[in-house]
Structure formats: structure tokens, C-alpha cells
């Protein structure tokens, strides 16, 4: 998701709006970093690392919904593990491992949610889920 796509998920709110873009970095290097499918330079790992970290510390948005956002850190981040575990398997996994894989996007629904209510969370569920099958058939 680029900037305009998570301010509108944010309902324009920047702090959440930062946070899901330091979210979303987080996730996508991480991801680079197991797959090596991309080069990750010290400097980008860092940056994002540090990134990630003062959104955690000092976002004031953040804060306030820490104990939402922790457990949809929690199990995202499960979710992945989960997924690269049955991306080693034969389909039907295989092909789901790309479905579970996608969990991150549920911090973008988690968020429209937070601060829009659950219609915006279902208006911006319809937009913007989508999966990348890269390995099933």
C-alpha cells in the first residue's frame, strides 16, 4: 500500500496512517530477508528496524491502541510462520500457504476499523484485500 492508499485506509489520520506504512515496511523486509528474493542492505534493515521501533515507542495513535494492535502483531506474525511451513507442503497447503501469508493485511482492516467503524473497515476490506498466489495452482 502507498501513502494515499493508507491515509485513506486512516481516515486521513497521520499517526495511524505512519504506523501502517512503517507496518507494512516491516513486514515486506522481514519477508525479503527469509525469501531472499531481494537484496536487503544493512542500511535498509536498519532504517526499518528503527522506524519500526520509535513507531511503537513514541506514536501517540500507537499507544492508545497498543493492546489491539499487540494482538494482531501476535498473531500476524504466527501466521507467517505458519505459512512458510506450508508453503513446504504439497497443495492444498501450498496454495493456502499464499492466503495465510497475506495475514498482514489485516492490520490495514484492523486500522480502517479504528478509526473508521466497521463500515469503512468493510469498504476498505473490498477495496484493497487481495492475495499474490505465487506457487499454487
Known amino acids: 500500500m502507498n501513502d494515499e492508499d ?5 481516515c486521513g489520520d497521520q499517526a495511524a496512517k505512519r504506523f501502517l506504512l512503517t507496518y507494512f515496511s516491516l513486514v515486506h523486509v522481514f519477508d525479503d530477508v527469509y525469501d ?3 537484496e536487503v542492505t544493512d542500511e535498509r534493515l536498519v532504517k526499518v528496524m528503527l522506524w519500526w521501533t520509535e513507531e511503537l515507542l ?3 495513535w500507537v499507544r ?3 493492546n489491539v494492535l499487540w494482538s494482531q502483531i501476535i498473531t500476524g506474525w504466527n501466521a507467517w510462520l505458519d505459512a512458510n511451513v506450508w508453503a513446504k507442503q504439497p497443495n492444498p497447503k501450498l496454495f493456502a500457504s499464499d492466503v ?5 493485511q489485516e492490520m490495514t482492516f484492523l ?3 479504528i478509526c473508521g467503524g466497521r463500515e469503512h473497515m468493510r469498504a476498505m476490506s473490498t477495496k484493497y484485500r487481495e492475495y ?6
Request: proline share 4%.
Open 58 to 60: 513514541y506514536n501517540p
Open 6 to 10: 493508507c491515509n485513506e485506509v486512516a
Open 111 to 113: 486500522v480502517a476499523y
Open 132 to 137: 499474490n498466489f505465487e506457487k499454487g495452482e
Open 64 to 66: 492508545e491502541h497498543s
Open 36 to 38: 531472499k528474493d531481494k
Open 100 to 104: 495465510i501469508k497475506s495475514n498482514y
